[in-house]
């Protein structure tokens, strides 16, 4: 199976400079209902279908409502919490944070840098469960979404803006 770890493409001109999270109601470790602000002085005129930004409470990762819409007819047991993105100009669109199923599956070949975050991510083949089309991996500092190349497929089917796909590479390991 190929794997492929999504990213945010930040060379496409979105004119988001910089993003605010405002806590409204918390629902376990994710925001139920969050209002993300666009700061900055030109409006955005395409919205992103992924967008990730850090925070002091953590890594957070939205899709649009339309690249939900097409995740959730592959991955029924996807977690989604609804958030509101408000521009400067109080335009709004609904994005989504995802939560998929946590797997363990870091090689002990993957880079770390001297701050301990992954440079370079290696899966180890054995922890990833037979069909399964996407997950997560969290450390302490990053979390990762990562897909099969049949899921990579449908989604470049369609038009959605903002995506970068990293091919993954995979070992075995008895560990």
């Known amino acids: 199976m190929e794997y492929f770890l999504l990213k945010m493409n930040r060379d496409f001109p979105f004119g988001i400079q910089s993003l605010s999270f405002t806590p409204l109601e918390l629902h376990g470790d994710m925001p139920a209902v969050k209002k993300v602000i666009k700061k900055g002085e030109t ?3 395409i919205f992103p279908d992924y967008l990730t930004t850090f925070t002091t409470r953590g890594q957070y990762h939205l899709v649009s409502h339309g690249l939900k819409s097409l995740l959730e007819l592959y991955l029924p047991e996807i977690v989604w919490v609804p958030c509101v993105l408000v521009t400067v100009d109080d335009e709004q669109h609904l ?45 302490e500092k990053q979390r990762f979404f990562i897909f099969r190349l049949e899921m990579i497929e449908s989604i470049l089917r369609r038009k959605f803006f903002g995506l970068q796909w990293v091919r993954l590479q995979e070992k075995i390991s008895d560990g």
């Open 95 to 139: 994005y989504w944070f995802m939560k998929l199923q946590k797997i363990n599956a870091i090689h002990p070949h993957t880079q770390f840098d001297h701050t301990g975050l992954i440079q370079t991510l290696v899966l180890n083949k054995k922890a990833i469960p037979n069909g399964f089309l996407a997950f997560e991996i969290c450390t």
């Open 43 to 45: 409006a955005i005129h």
